[in-house]
């Protein structure tokens, strides 16, 4: 703008027509906010987070005693909040629930488990501290080692059904090789920047741990690749083997 400058002073020239400014608000980059899962078991609500006008996953909300049809559901973010895509078909989860096939007859005696099968497309991470992690095969009824195959640390697969024996979770990596739960995680893939806001955040890693020597520092960015899945709570990955929770109140997506 133009100012005319006198000896009284500075003054606006036509301070109510080309000297006028207007302040214009802008627009959020990323947005969180709570969203609600349509679900046999009812409406889940959950918090997201995800950069405007993108389509991120969200993770399904785990019930105990149950295992979902899927591990995430896709939702739209926009400037006034998140909405899932197509609730009622694609976005709607069926939970169903974990038979243990426990049978005591009335008596003392409890007879072991019969396997619990569920199909669900998922992507399985070995624990970093597994080294070589055995492998099983389903017969009778029962898990048995395969002898000598291994599936090496930090590796990724894709699972498509999962094995409950005995109260033992197990994910199939191939046709008839499972791994057992104990030695892996969940994760879904995703891509993003978490931004720690703030204060600093404590770390934990896949075995659920908190890292004793690391913590991000309040306002620092950082790249996510997946969302895992420890001790059945939902983690942004930030680094090989450090995790920070997806529902930590300083947490979004830049």
């Known amino acids: 703008m133009n100012a005319l400058v006198s000896a009284n002073g500075i003054d606006v ?4 027509g080309v000297g006028f400014v207007t302040y214009t608000k802008n627009q959020p980059t990323s947005v969180t906010a709570d969203v609600t899962i349509k679900t046999s078991l009812g409406d889940k609500a959950v918090k997201a987070s995800g950069e405007v006008g ?32 197509e609730p009622d078909t694609t976005g709607y989860v069926t939970y169903t629930k974990i038979n243990n096939n426990n049978n005591n007859g009335g008596g003392n005696t409890v007879k072991p488990s ?70 892996a995680y969940l994760y879904i893939p995703t891509n993003g920047v978490v931004k720690i806001s703030d204060h600093n955040q404590r770390l934990t890693n896949s075995a659920g741990k908190l890292v004793m020597i690391r913590e ?4 620092s960015l950082w790249l996510t690749d ?23 109140f300083n947490i979004s997506f830049n």
């Open 13 to 16: 020239i036509d301070p109510n």
């Open 54 to 85: 993108t389509t991120i996953n969200i993770p399904v909300p785990v019930v105990a005693g149950y295992t979902a049809d899927k591990t995430s559901v896709k939702g739209n973010v926009t400037k006034d909040g998140i909405s899932i895509v």
């Open 114 to 183: 019969g396997p619990s099968i569920s199909n669900s497309e998922q992507y399985v991470s070995i624990l970093p501290e597994s080294n070589k992690t055995q492998l099983y095969s389903l017969d009778n009824d029962k898990m048995n080692f395969i002898p000598n195959t291994y599936l090496a640390e930090k590796t990724d697969w894709h699972s498509d059904q999962v094995a409950t024996i005995n109260n033992d979770t197990y994910y199939r990596v191939a046709t008839n090789q499972w791994v057992k739960s104990n030695f």
């Open 216 to 219: 991000l520092g309040a306002d």
């Open 226 to 248: 997946r969302i895992a899945y420890i001790n059945n709570k939902p983690y942004y990955r930030v680094s090989t083997n450090e995790f920070v929770p997806t529902d930590a």
